[in-house]
C-alpha cells in the first residue's frame, strides 16, 4: 500500500470505528477561509521572502479541521503524510474530549488570559471613573500585553502537543528503527522556537521531557501503542483490509 492511499483510508476508518468526530476533514490550508484570511494578515507583517509562509509551513489543526501545507500537496491537492496524521487525529480527540471552544481556549492559554484580561481591565468604568480608574485601565492592559509576547510557559499548548509528538515518535520508530537526536532537536524546536509561538521558553527542560519520553517509547515502556489512533493506523498499515472497505 501506498503511503498516499494509506493517508486516504484513515479519516473513513477512524470516523467508521467512532474513534474521531464524523465532521472531522482534512484538506490544503488554502481550502479553508479562514486559513487564508491568518495567512492575509501575517503576509502584512512578513518580508516578501516569506510571503504565504503560513499556507506553505506547518500543519494546523483547528476543531475538527486538519490542514496542511500547500507545498506538500500533489498535483491533485493530496496528500501522504500519515505519520503526521496520527498527530493531528490527536488535536481533533483533544476538541472532542473538552469542547471545540474549551480546548481552543487552554490551547492558546497565555494569549487566551491576555485577551481575558483586556476584556475585564475595562469593568470598573461601568461602576467608577476618574484618575484611579484610568491607572486602573492602563496597568491592566500593560499585564494583558505581555501575555502576547511569546515569553511564557503554555502548560496546557505543552501537554496536548506532548500526546500528540508521543504519536509522531511512535510512527518515527516504526518507519527508521530509532528515534535520533536530531529528531528530537527538530520537536525541541518546534516547543522553543516562533515557529510555533513559544511553548516552553526553557529549550533544556523540554529536551529532557522529550528524550524520556522517546526512551520509554523505545523501550515499549509507553501507553501510546494502544492509543486507538495509533492502533488503527498501525492496522492499515499492515493491510487488515476489514478498514479498507
Do not use: Q
Given at each position: 500500500?501506498?503511503?498516499q492511499k494509506?493517508?486516504?483510508?484513515?479519516?473513513?476508518?477512524?470516523i467508521k470505528r467512532g474513534i474521531i468526530h464524523k465532521k472531522t476533514r482534512v484538506g490544503k490550508k488554502s481550502d479553508f477561509?479562514?486559513?487564508?484570511?491568518?495567512?492575509?494578515i501575517l503576509n502584512i507583517v512578513y518580508s516578501k521572502k516569506n510571503k504565504d509562509l503560513y499556507l506553505k509551513g506547518f500543519w494546523t489543526t483547528i476543531g475538527f479541521d486538519i490542514a496542511g501545507p500547500d507545498d506538500s500537496a500533489n498535483e491533485e491537492g493530496e496528500f501522504h503524510h500519515w505519520y503526521t496524521l496520527g498527530h493531528e487525529l490527536k488535536h481533533v480527540k483533544q476538541a472532542m474530549r473538552?469542547?471545540?471552544?474549551?480546548?481552543?481556549?487552554?490551547y492558546l492559554w497565555a494569549l487566551s488570559q491576555g485577551l481575558l484580561l483586556a476584556?475585564?481591565?475595562w469593568l470598573p468604568v461601568f461602576w467608577s471613573s476618574g484618575w484611579v480608574t484610568g491607572l486602573w485601565i492602563a496597568g491592566w492592559?500593560?499585564?494583558a500585553g505581555l501575555h502576547f509576547i511569546p515569553q511564557l510557559?503554555?502548560?496546557f499548548r505543552m501537554k496536548y502537543e506532548l500526546e500528540g509528538y508521543a504519536i509522531s515518535m511512535?510512527?518515527?520508530?516504526?518507519?527508521?528503527?530509532?528515534?535520533?537526536?536530531?529528531?528530537i532537536d527538530h520537536l525541541v524546536n518546534n516547543f522553543n522556537s516562533m515557529a510555533y509561538y513559544i511553548m516552553e521558553p526553557n529549550r533544556g527542560k523540554i529536551k529532557k521531557i522529550l528524550r524520556k519520553l522517546s526512551v520509554e517509547i523505545t523501550m515499549d515502556k509507553h501507553p501510546v501503542k494502544h492509543d486507538p489512533i495509533v492502533k488503527l493506523i498501525m492496522e492499515l498499515k499492515s493491510g487488515d483490509l476489514q478498514y479498507q472497505s
Open positions: 500500500m501506498t503511503e494509506l493517508f486516504k483510508l484513515i479519516i473513513p476508518a477512524a477561509w479562514y486559513h487564508k484570511w491568518i495567512n492575509f473538552l469542547t471545540r471552544l474549551l480546548f481552543g481556549f487552554l476584556a475585564l481591565c492592559l500593560v499585564i510557559p503554555d502548560p511512535y510512527f518515527y520508530l516504526d518507519r527508521f528503527g530509532s528515534i535520533d537526536d536530531g529528531y
